[in-house]
């Protein structure tokens, strides 16, 4: 199986469209979706009609639950707040409904698919070193976990109960070891790689790559503007960050 993975669209229809066409040339049997499908761009209800039709697997991420009213939103920062109070109005009753029956883990015998981590999933804790990712993994079940939520691809593996950060965003994977893969953001990189990340998972080929595609930046950056949205949140797109 070829799985395309990819995470964190917000809301930024140029950046997804991108990857759709983008893995078109992947012979991808299936995309998986780990969640934050809205928040932050102006294009919320376009992102949830393409990505149900394109993943056959969709996990929440808490902007989706958030823009539900399933999250509390307290802790949020003042645009991610903003953000997500325009979403609510712009999308429909049916697209609020689809995104609180989202799930927050998917599992199969060979990977797990959450949006944040899975201590609590419902909390949403992210996982940003060695020692987040280990605990992470200490309760991993399956030899593969694909997470999101701080939209930094990283690839982090277990042998010999140590965890090391892979430096390869290109790596091909060993039996014994477990492996946690967050595959960065499509919508809102924050590397500093501006470009739309996705993830490509061969399960024949034992190869995960996290990978990179272009898109219209200055037209996703003139639609939050347009929509009344923080401003930061158009500019930021362009530094990915
Ligand atoms: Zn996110």
Redesign the pocket.
């Known amino acids: 199986m070829r799985y395309a993975i990819f995470?964190?669209v917000?809301s930024n229809l140029e950046a997804i469209n991108a990857v759709e066409n983008a893995i078109k040339g992947e012979r991808i049997d299936e995309c998986l979706c780990l969640g934050?499908i809205v928040?932050y761009g102006a294009n919320p209800g376009e992102c949830i009609e393409k990505i149900k039709r394109l993943a056959s697997i969709i996990v929440a991420?808490?902007?989706d639950w958030a823009a539900a009213g399933k999250f509390d939103i307290s802790y949020f920062n003042i645009y991610a707040k903003k953000a997500i109070l325009w979403t609510q109005q712009n999308i429909t009753k049916e697209e609020k409904n689809f995104l609180s029956h989202l799930p927050l883990i998917y599992e199969t015998q060979l990977f797990t698919l959450t949006h944040g981590t899975l201590i609590h999933p419902e909390d949403f804790g992210y996982v940003l070193n060695n020692v987040m990712a280990g605990k992470n993994m200490q309760i991993q079940k399956t030899p593969f976990c694909f997470i999101?939520?701080s939209?930094m691809p990283e690839i982090y593996k277990t042998g010999e109960n140590l965890v090391l950060r892979e430096k390869s965003r290109e790596i091909v994977v060993k039996e014994g070891n477990k492996y946690l893969i967050n595959v960065g953001?499509v919508g809102?990189p924050r590397d500093g790689d501006p470009r739309a990340a996705y993830c490509i998972f061969d399960t024949s080929e034992g190869t995960i790559s996290i990978k990179r595609v272009e898109y219209n930046i200055s037209k996703t950056c003139d639609k939050i503007l347009a929509a009344g949205l923080p401003q930061t949140l158009a500019y930021r797109l362009f530094e990915g960050r």
């Open positions: 995470a964190d917000h934050d928040g991420g808490n902007h999101g939520h939209h953001s809102q």
